[in-house]
Every structure is written in C-alpha cells, then in structure tokens.
C-alpha cells in the first residue's frame, strides 16, 4: 500500500475547501506522511477505530484475567485505585447521591473517559498511527501499575490482563489506521474526492476499514463475553463450599425476638433485615469468593503469647454464639439507610485472644487496637478494649441462620456491638493483628476518618414518608432508634415547634439492636414537620447539632416533612 503519496492537489480542494484546522500546517510525523484531507467522515472513522481497538484490549484484558484473577483487570484495578484515592469528603459525597450504586458509577465513568482516549488517540491514528498504537500502551501500562498496586496483589501475573489487552488494542489501532490512510489515485480519470473507492481512486479503503473493524468488534465482543461468563463461573469452588456448608448448632442461642419487638406497621423497616436487603457498604468491586475449605485466620502481633492459624473447621469447632445486633455505617446520613439488624453466628473473639495470650489494656496489655485484614486488603481497627469488654464481638460465619452471604464477608467477618462498622466488621477477614493506634493507621483512619468511633444515638422517622400527604385525622408515625451497646430508653417526636412527645417503644429485644417506636398522631390540614429524637440507656438525649458523617458518624435530629390533606 502506497502510504507515502504526493501532496494533494485536488480541484475539489478550492471548490470545497478544506476547513482551517486542516489547513494548519503540522509537524509531519513518525511515518513521515504527509498532509492529507481529513473529512468528517474518515475523523469518524478514525473516533470508531480507536474505540474499537480500546474495546478490543478491555475484552481481551477480561479474557486473560480468567487465566490470572477477576480482580487483575484494568477497569477493576483502576476503579480500585480510584477509591483508595477517594478523600472521605467525595467518598462521602459519592455514598450520599449513588448510594450502593456508587461503584457502577465508577466503573462507567471509567469506561467513559476511556472511551474518550480511544476515540481521541484514534483520530490521532489518522496522522501519527505508530505514536497512538503507542499510546494504548501506555494506558495499559497504567493499569498494570494498578493492578500491583493493589494491596491484594499476586505481583507481576497482575500485570497481564493490562498488558496483553493493550497489545492486542495497539494492534487493532495500528491495522485499523492502515486501512484509513491515505491513499493517491492510481488513474487520473477517477471523480476527485472518491472517498468510497475500494482499491481505486483518491480515498481511504473504506470498504476494508469496515470490514476489519466489524471484525475486530465481533472477536472483541466474543472474547469479552467470554471472560466474562468464565470469569463470573471462576468463584464455582467457593460457591459450592458455601452451597454444602452447614452451620453446626450455636451452643448459646439468640433467646428468641420478643413479641412486640417489630411493629406490624406498614412502612416500618422489619426489625430482622432479611440478609439481601441488608445494606452493603465496601471497597470491593469484584466480591471476593474466598473458599472455606482454604482459608486461614492467623493471629499475631503485640502480647500475642500464643500466635495461631485457625482453619474454617477450626473455628466451627469453638462454641458458637447466635445473636442479634445491629450494624450501622458511619456514612450513614441522619435517616439514612445505612442501618440494618442481622441474627449473626459466629465465635467469641475474646476468647480466642485469650486464648493467644491477649490482655486488654486495663489489664496490662501493650496492645489497644486490633487490626483485622481482609483477602482484598482492608484493614479495619478496632479498641482492644471493647472487643474485649465483654460485648458480643463474634467472628461471625453465619448470618440470619445462613452462611454468610459472600456480599456480607464469606467465610467470615468481624461484628462488634457499639461500634461502626469501619472500625469493626471486617468482612473476609484473614489477618488478627494486635498493635497499638499509635503505630498503625488502618485504612478509613489513614482517608481522614475517625480512628475510634463509637456508634452515636440516633433515630428515624420511616413513616410517613417525607413528602407524603396523608389524610387528616390519626397518622402513625413511627420508625427506629438505635444507640448499640447503650440501648434506647426514651423516644419523643415533635411536631412543628410543638412540645416534644414521648413516643411508644416496643419491646427492646437486646440494647445491641435497634429499637422500633410509634406515636399516633392526630394531624390536621396543612404543611407539617415532624422530628423524632432519641435519649440512649446513659440518660444522654440525642444531640440536635448537626454534623457530616465525615470523621466520626452524622449527628442531628430526622425531620420529614409532610402535607397533610
Ligand atoms: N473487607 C472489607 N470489610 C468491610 C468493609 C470493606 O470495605 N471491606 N467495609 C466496612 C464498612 S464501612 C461497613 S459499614 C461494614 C458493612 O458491612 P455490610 O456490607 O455487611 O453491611 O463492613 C465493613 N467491613
Ligand atoms: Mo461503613
């Protein structure tokens, strides 16, 4: 192919002039080509080769990372880089307008701004195809950079996804730019400017362009789909683990839910979370499908006298405790739904740091935190105090009667009544470490949250619903309040700057749980606020002074406002 043509020359240059970016003279570049038209049509073209040969590396990327891991590919590491980076205020701010959509979010916008960059170094093809195929590269070996990056990394084996996907983009990119370069016509009788000749006349091989392209999309999409399917049947081992495991028998059972504890009133949240509806709060973008089978819990670090490597069976082998506990983010906004109750299953993590030799603090330990890791690198920092205060903290493997779902940390996770779940349920965990908040920053501390976080009292207004327009006349209101570890005793709701009104509680199942709470309202005609305010077992009344969830939990009183008609 004659890639070296002469200068155009053509009359349809001055009858249908050029549009001035073109006329810009430009540095001629690494192949040496020259100046040639570039119409919106072969710019197109060129937008669609780039963005074919960036969908070609995704998909192949998704194909090799079958062979390596799901987690290796490059819009997961990438995305996973994104949020280590994310500073608590836009994590913040992403959890309060996404919500648990936040790492779709991410992942488009990923694939958004890539696909940018295809179509821009695809363009770029048109003039400098060596310098773009180039430039995939370098993309791919920015997502290399992220896969090892990451604190699960398995090393160099990370890098191929990345790598071999960009390769085989570059290519793409490089072959589909041959079939748009320019080409001078052979004989002089062709129509100047026949931009559809395939094989003859001034143009680029149009035909050949959408040929290959069409190719290299299916075989793109093919490989793709692939990997996806055999990357989506990669956790089968786990799954079945999981599928044929059964929880043995708590040895000290949950007393059973008090009757009264949930109130049949509609719109209340149920006061057992059914597990699928349980809100998920993590930095996971690919779930981790640990198999029991393999995994091993170690124990270490400060006054451990007695380091351990525990094993699933190991663990099941412990008396198991089954209790019901109520489990609160710290990005949870005020009426937020970041808030659910779960009967949990698990082993006394006291007694297995006792057992290693461990002493709180009071006791003379020289340790005051305990920081749990997970398969997918977090790191969760809890007082070695409270988990060791007496408190239900379990290590948990079973959730509503259940293996835990893998969403909610399979095999096992930490729970521990009081405290917010980043300082405290560690999901997957498979690292104890027993060092002090001096020496060591888990991961939320290090992004600017707080390093000891109690869970603060609070309350929600569940129905109405703000915004609803009830009829005059008797209204329930109702909804939860939680303070873990301290309890509920007292729950007032106020309407509009009226006084403020005992509510009724139901009964109180543990003060680990959430406790529900209704008051029949007698509403009349027009714009209302309700508000609803808490007073926890220590006597202390919820504060009023409104506060962001960033560093230690929201704080302020739940409003809804509602018209009543
Ligand atoms: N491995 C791991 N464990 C984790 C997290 C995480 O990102 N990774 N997030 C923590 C946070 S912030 C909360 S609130 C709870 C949420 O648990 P859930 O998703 O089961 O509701 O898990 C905690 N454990
Ligand atoms: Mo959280």
């Known amino acids: 192919m004659d890639w070296c043509g002469k200068k155009i020359h053509s009359i349809e240059a001055t009858a249908n002039p050029e549009p001035p970016w073109n006329r810009i003279p430009h540095v001629t570049d690494d192949e040496k080509e020259p100046r040639r038209p570039s119409g919106p049509l072969r710019v197109t073209a060129g937008a669609l080769a780039g963005a074919v040969a960036g969908f070609a590396s995704l998909a192949l990327a998704e194909l090799v990372s079958v062979a390596v891991r799901p987690q290796a590919g490059p819009v997961v590491a990438v995305g996973g880089a994104a949020i280590d980076r994310t500073p608590a205020a836009v994590k913040d701010w992403a959890v309060r307008n996404f919500g648990t959509d936040d790492k779709l979010v991410l992942e488009l916008g990923i694939l958004a701004v890539l696909t940018l960059f295809a179509c821009a170094l695809g363009i770029a093809a048109l003039r400098h195809r060596r310098a773009a195929a180039a430039g995939v590269v370098l993309f791919g070996v920015a997502g290399a950079l992220a896969a090892v990056g990451r604190p699960d990394s398995r090393g160099l084996s990370d890098t191929l996804p990345s790598l071999l996907g960009a390769g085989a983009g570059a290519a793409v990119l490089f072959f589909l730019a041959g079939r748009l370069a320019w080409r001078e016509q052979a004989r002089e009788d062709e129509a100047p400017g026949a931009e559809a000749g395939a094989g003859s006349g001034d143009g680029w091989d149009r035909r050949g362009f959408v040929i290959a392209a069409s190719a290299a999309a299916v075989a793109s999409a093919g490989a793709g789909a692939l990997g996806r399917s055999l990357n989506g049947a990669s956790g089968r081992d786990a799954v079945a683990a999981r599928d044929a495991l059964v929880l043995p028998a708590p040895g000290s059972p949950a007393q059973a839910v008090p009757r009264g504890a949930g109130l049949r009133i509609p719109g209340v949240s149920p006061f057992v979370t059914p597990s699928g509806s349980f809100y998920r709060v993590d930095t996971a973008l690919v779930v981790p499908k640990v198999d029991a089978t393999t995994w091993r819990l170690r124990v270490h670090g400060k006054g451990v006298s007695r380091p351990v490597v525990l094993s699933f069976d190991d663990l099941l082998r412990r008396e198991l405790v089954e209790r019901d506990i109520t489990l609160t983010c710290v990005s949870n906004e005020v009426g937020g739904p970041y808030v659910g109750t779960a009967r949990w299953t698990g082993a006394r993590l006291a007694d297995l740091l006792a057992e290693c030799g ?198 302020g009183w739940h409003s809804v406002v509602v018209t009543v008609e």
């Open 358 to 555: 461990v002493r709180p603090p009071s006791r003379g330990g020289p340790a005051d935190q305990l920081v749990a890791r997970s398969v997918d690198g977090m790191t969760i920092g809890s007082p070695v105090e409270d988990v060791m205060d007496g408190r239900d903290a379990l290590l948990a493997v079973g959730m509503n009667g259940e293996p835990l779902p893998f969403d909610h940390g399979f095999p096992v996770r930490m729970v521990v009544p009081g405290l917010y779940g980043y300082v405290s349920a560690c999901k997957w965990i498979t690292d104890l470490e027993l060092t002090t908040f001096d020496a060591y920053d888990p991961y939320w501390v290090k992004r600017g949250w707080a390093r000891r976080a109690p869970v603060k009292t609070q309350s929600r207004i569940d129905t109405p619903k703000p915004f609803a327009r009830p009829a005059a006349g008797p209204v329930m209101v109702a909804g939860v309040a939680w303070a873990q570890h301290r309890g509920i005793d007292k729950v007032e709701v106020r309407v509009d700057d009226g006084p403020w009104q005992e509510a009724r509680l139901a009964a109180e199942d543990s003060r680990d749980t959430w406790r529900q709470w209704s008051f029949p309202w007698r509403a009349t005609k027009g714009g209302h606020t309700l508000t609803v305010r808490a007073t926890d077992r220590s006597g202390r009344v919820q504060t009023e002074r409104r506060t962001r969830t960033v560093p230690d939990g929201a704080s």
